[in-house]
């Protein structure tokens, strides 16, 4: 198999009360769908042409929420890491204007045993801009792969993640974060977190506070355990957070 590359740049603003894309542009086998109305926010899923990530594959994203947006980023299936010699990277970078939501939202990573990859998210906030990410990776031992995310705010970093899913194998990872809270907004999220984590099941889960946020840590036997409890997370934390007002800068 040969290697490919790709990029995909995303602009989303807000037309009265819901979020519209402003732009999109992709090229090489990147894709995107068209924007699905979900709420106040604009939902869009991503795709890549092939198999799966193929070794030597270079794929950037990114994009820029408008003040106000609320856009949902997601895959339009798991990503198969396929393997091989060539390392395969991807790399993400996206600006979050002041009072707007980005949500990152992963569909399962898969790895084979010689897969060799390297995935960067960096995420800059505005005054009262807020992120959530979730990720999932099941990935077995031996293999080289690395998920770091950057999360800052006017240059200091509020949230860092370097994550090497291979060293828990068997089991499958999963890691919730939501940066860019008031420090008045975190006790309350890690309440209805934990009342969330409570009532999973089949899985092993950690709750900490950020100064600004939230991270959940889990480990199951399975990936659907751990996207049905991410999606929990993800529901109890807007119910109890995202329609009061979210966040100072």
């Known amino acids: 198999m040969s290697h490919g590359s790709g990029s995909l740049t995303i602009a989303a603003c807000r037309a009265g009360p819901r979020t519209i894309l402003e732009r999109v542009r992709f090229d090489g086998i990147s894709r995107c769908s068209r924007a699905f109305a979900d709420g106040d926010a604009a939902r869009v899923m991503l795709s890549q042409l092939g198999p799966g990530v193929v070794r030597g594959d270079r794929i950037t994203t990114g994009g820029v929420v408008r003040a106000g947006a609320h856009l949902i980023v997601t895959n339009q299936a798991a990503t198969r890491l396929m393997g091989g010699g060539r390392q395969a990277r991807a790399e993400a970078a996206w600006s979050i204007e002041a009072g707007a939501l980005l949500e990152l939202i992963g569909e399962p990573l898969v790895a084979l045993a010689d897969s060799r990859y390297d995935a960067s998210t960096v995420i800059d906030l505005g005054p009262g801009a807020v992120v959530l990410t979730t990720e999932i990776a099941c990935v077995p031992a031996g293999a080289n792969v690395r998920l770091r995310t950057s999360i800052r705010r006017r240059g200091r970093e509020l ?6 899913p291979a060293a828990a194998a068997p089991y499958t990872v999963g890691t919730f974060a939501l940066a860019g809270l008031a420090e008045e907004h975190v ?3 890690v309440a209805a977190l934990d009342h969330a984590a409570d009532a999973a099941a089949g899985a092993r889960l950690g709750v900490g506070a950020l100064q ?4 959940v840590r889990m480990l199951a036997t399975d990936i659907w355990t751990v996207r049905s409890i991410l999606q929990a997370l993800r529901t109890a934390a807007r119910t109890a957070l995202l329609p009061a007002k979210r966040c100072a800068s």
């Open 187 to 189: 006790v309350p999220l």
């Open 212 to 215: 600004s946020g939230v991270v």
């Open 159 to 164: 949230f860092y993640d370097a994550l090497e």
